[in-house]
């Protein structure tokens, strides 16, 4: 018994669906191979700067204020992750030295409450403020 015309076309379809899902996979399969490939470090500085390892700062924002509000570090490169957990629909960041120096703006919302960002301040004294409560701060301390 031969097949009627529409089995055969949704046998059809779901033959070339397979293969185009099929192609896809390989494709990403092979953009990531690659893109892992293109990490690896081709001179002796990249490997250095790739075996050097970024300290966290982790900084939550609660309703009251930030945890913790103060951090002593020594100079150099360090990820600073904010995490929102004010409760707030958004807020405004602000990341200024003491004596006034405004050096990132950032706002956050319930969609991207948390903010990380590689910093590398000279020694000296910064305080991370929330906009709409600036009583709420972390202070920051960078040891020469």
Not at 38 to 46: A, E, R, V
Not at 89 to 98: A, K
Not at 131 to 137: G, H, I, K, L, R
Request: aromatic share 6%; proline share 7%.
């Amino acid at each position: 018994m031969l097949p009627t015309p529409i089995k055969a076309r949704s046998r059809s379809l779901a033959v070339l669906l397979s293969l185009f899902l099929l192609l896809t996979s390989g494709v990403l399969v092979f953009a990531r191979w690659n893109h892992a490939r293109s990490l690896q470090p081709d001179t002796p500085s990249q490997t250095q700067q790739v075996s050097e390892r970024l300290e966290i700062e982790l900084i939550t924002l609660r309703p009251y204020g930030f945890e913790p509000n103060e951090i002593t570090r020594p100079k150099g490169s360090f990820v600073m992750f904010v995490e929102d957990r004010s409760g707030k629909s958004n807020s405004s960041l602000e990341l200024q030295r003491v004596k006034g120096e405004l050096l990132r703006a950032v706002n956050t919302s319930r969609m991207k409450s948390d903010w990380q960002d590689v910093i590398n301040l000279p020694a000296g004294e910064y305080v991370l403020t929330d906009v709409s409560q600036p009583e709420a701060q972390c202070r920051i301390t960078i040891l020469p």
